[in-house]
């Protein structure tokens, strides 16, 4: 996605080899335009699958999922990360170890939001080695939903994720695909270059 690409490029902080710092426009701060873009790139990649329903994990992926879930006409529902004074029963939990943060958090729905009547798209703002969508796609395995697909705002190709969920059948569409962060800068794959 080219416009993703030249966001990427003109204000991406590429922070070591692995990790690439996007705060200005999807991780902090937040550029609604360029979100809405995102979310109808979704929406037409995913438009013919029956999507009843967006699953992601909070808070990075629900902006780029809100948009996508506007412009599909479905709702959205995000894994929580903490513990909530208000969200105790019927909860569907899967652990998932933190790439930035090197921690494993439990991650947990509520089974009234998620159910086995779902056709379920699982969006995510990065996809590294692959844990967030693993735990994503466990909470929709245990709820009996079915899952059409993984929405990824940028996949670093070079980390084992998107090969292991391919691997395993899933349907991984990424809108930008990074293969390298070395010398400071992200240089993208071709394939994701030309949608
Ligand atoms: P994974 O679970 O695929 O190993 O890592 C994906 C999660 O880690 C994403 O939800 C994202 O929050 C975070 N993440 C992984 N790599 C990066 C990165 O290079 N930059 C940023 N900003 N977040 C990342």
Do not use: W
């Not at 070591?16 to 995102?38: G, R, T, Y």
């Not at 695909?177 to 993208?188: C, P, Q, T, Y």
């Amino acid at each position: 996605m080219k416009q993703l690409h030249e966001k990427i490029s003109s204000e991406g902080r590429v922070l070591s080899e692995e990790v690439l710092k996007v705060d200005s426009f999807l991780n902090h701060q937040i550029d609604p335009k360029l979100m809405q873009a995102i979310g109808e790139e979704f929406s037409r990649r995913f438009k013919n699958d029956g999507i009843t329903k967006i699953l992601t994990i909070e808070s990075s992926g629900i902006a780029p999922s809100v948009m996508a879930g506007l412009i599909m006409g479905v709702p959205v529902v995000f894994a929580r990360k903490r513990a909530s004074l208000t969200l105790t029963e019927g909860l569907i939990s899967a652990e998932v170890k933190s790439f930035t943060k090197q921690t494993v958090n439990t991650i947990s729905v509520s089974g009234d939001y998620v159910t086995a009547d779902d056709r379920l798209l699982i969006i995510d703002d990065f996809l590294a080695n692959g844990q967030a969508a693993i735990g994503l796609l466990d909470i929709a395995e245990q709820a009996g939903a079915s899952v059409a697909g993984v929405g990824i705002v940028i996949e670093k190709g070079f980390q084992q994720g998107g090969r292991f969920l391919r691997d395993q059948g899933v349907r991984v569409e990424s809108l930008a695909i990074i293969d390298s962060l070395e010398d400071g800068k992200a240089v993208f794959r071709e394939e994701a270059e030309t949608r």
